[in-house]
């Protein structure tokens, strides 16, 4: 089993070709279909890359990641080849381009193994929505591996790919990451193009990273980063080299994030051992208020829906994906397409977003949550100018039994420590912190000043080697 990018280095040095490595991760997925985690595997393609990619490494022009197989989540597209955000709705769909992101993953000979399973269009915190069943926990049976990226998190948990790709709206990539024993990064919004991640809310979206070791989400930011002529958003603030970090750091400890009622007592006392070790090793801890954490998820709620109601108008039902064989004329087609090709938590989302953007309701719900995202920015920065980064827990507990919540309130709160850096932009990274009496994991989240993804890592390393 190749669990990171050094052990396929290591065995394409002695003599394991490209192609025989493909073919272990292919017998490992057939081996683990119980886990639900790949929708589909790309046999045929895989083969034929990786045969290519041993060629390029006989003729001495192989890219950076040749003998890497990736998997990717389902909303990420890849030319002539499926996508459909787990959704019916998109049902025969082929891609006709690549995303940016991937393509210059692809350009450093990474080979593509298949399309993992996700919550429908990134829409849930346990992978229970998605339409083609939920994804099982490796370290659990019939526990959630955490959502969106569910599937991507298993996969790389479960050593069925070297890495993989998902997308953090509010924590997609991080609550996953912490459920399954894995690195998930979140970076700066911008700092990744999203050119070929089918949408759910514009400003929020980001794509994320699933690894096995740090040295590995760092390889692939480093790849991914940059300026990106197809999106408007994309950041061209270059990557910072990996300047030495200060001996002694200034670790900032959010009260209400360590005190919240809703953590779980064995994660809340992990924490606090990790904290004394570090103050213990000469670290100054922080401790700050943040008066707002009450405040997010519902700031979160409303703008991600509102947006998530207009990105999601174009699946109707006429232009490509799934159309309703029962309806008539136009408006039928649009009405039965709809309600048929989406699955609840999809139109529930939808409907909520048409709610507040309505006339009437706009500035009640909408606007306001502005004013409170513009706060949290505020207060976010202002914590930066004290500290050199924040640590909090990346979940309030280890992972659920499989349709154990049936409360969407309850099910939304699970995000309650990681919609922070969506709302604000700023980069988040979930790094493993243990494993719980009942036999799951669970991480820790580092948060850092806008841009500072090397920094981040450092800190990461900081935090493992106490």
């Excluded at 490595?21 to 997925?29: E, M, R, S």
């Excluded at 019939?142 to 997308?167: D, F, I, K």
């Excluded at 061209?236 to 200034?250: A, E, Y």
Aim: charged share 20%; hydrophobic share 35%; glycine share 8%.
């Amino acid at each position: 089993m190749y669990r990171t990018i050094s052990q396929v280095k290591e065995a394409m040095l002695s003599g394991v070709s490209v192609l025989e490595i493909t073919q272990n991760y292919l017998q490992l997925i057939d081996k683990n279909k119980h886990l639900n985690a790949f929708l589909e595997v790309f046999s045929d393609s895989v083969l034929a890359d990786a045969k290519r990619v041993d060629e390029k490494i006989a003729k001495g022009t192989a890219g950076n990641l040749a003998g890497v197989v990736i998997g990717i989540k389902d909303n990420i597209c890849y030319r002539h080849h499926r996508v459909s955000a787990s959704s019916k709705i998109l049902e025969g769909f082929e891609s006709l381009f690549t995303a940016t992101a991937l393509q210059r993953l692809l350009d450093e000979d990474a080979i593509v193994i298949g399309r993992l399973n996700c919550d429908e269009f990134a829409m849930g915190s346990s992978n229970e929505n998605s339409a083609f069943g939920s994804v099982e926990n490796n370290w659990k049976s019939n526990y959630v591996p955490g959502g969106s990226s569910g599937g991507s998190a298993v996969a790389v948990s479960a050593g069925l790919c070297t890495v993989s790709l998902g997308s953090d709206t509010g924590g997609s990539v991080r609550q996953p990451a912490s459920w399954t024993g894995t690195y998930g990064l979140k970076p700066t919004y911008g700092r990744i193009s999203r050119y070929g991640l089918i949408a759910y809310a514009s400003s929020f979206d980001q794509i994320g990273t699933f690894t096995n070791c740090i040295e590995d989400t760092e390889t692939l930011l480093s790849i991914m980063a940059g300026k990106d002529e197809f999106d408007s958003t994309s950041s061209s603030i270059p990557m910072t080299k990996n300047n030495p970090i200060k001996d002694k750091l200034k670790v900032g400890i959010i009260k209400e994030c360590l005190d919240h009622d809703g953590l779980d007592s064995e994660v809340q006392k992990t924490i606090s051992t990790k904290i004394e070790s570090l103050k213990a090793a000469g670290h100054e801890i922080v401790e700050l208020t943040f008066p707002y954490l009450d405040f997010m998820v519902p700031a979160y709620y409303v703008l991600t829906t509102a947006e998530a109601s207009s990105n999601l108008a174009r699946f109707d039902g006429v232009h490509y994906g799934y159309r309703s064989t029962k309806a008539e004329g136009v408006e039928q087609t649009y009405v039965k397409s709809r309600s048929e090709g989406f699955g609840a938590e999809v139109k529930r989302r939808i409907m909520a977003g048409t709610f507040v953007l309505s006339h009437g309701y706009y500035d009640a719900y909408y606007t306001k949550a502005q004013k409170v995202r513009r706060l949290l920015k505020n207060k976010t920065d202002e914590m930066f100018d004290s500290v050199d980064f924040l640590l909090m827990p990346t979940t309030p507990s280890t992972a659920f039994e499989k349709n154990s919540i049936k409360d969407n309130i309850q099910m939304y709160l699970q995000d309650i420590f990681t919609v922070h850096a969506n709302l604000t932009g700023n980069p988040a990274l979930s790094i493993p912190l243990g494993v719980h009496s009942n036999g799951l994991p669970f991480g820790i989240q580092l948060m850092t000043d806008q841009f500072k993804e090397n920094e981040l890592f450092e800190y990461a390393k900081v935090i493992e080697k106490i």
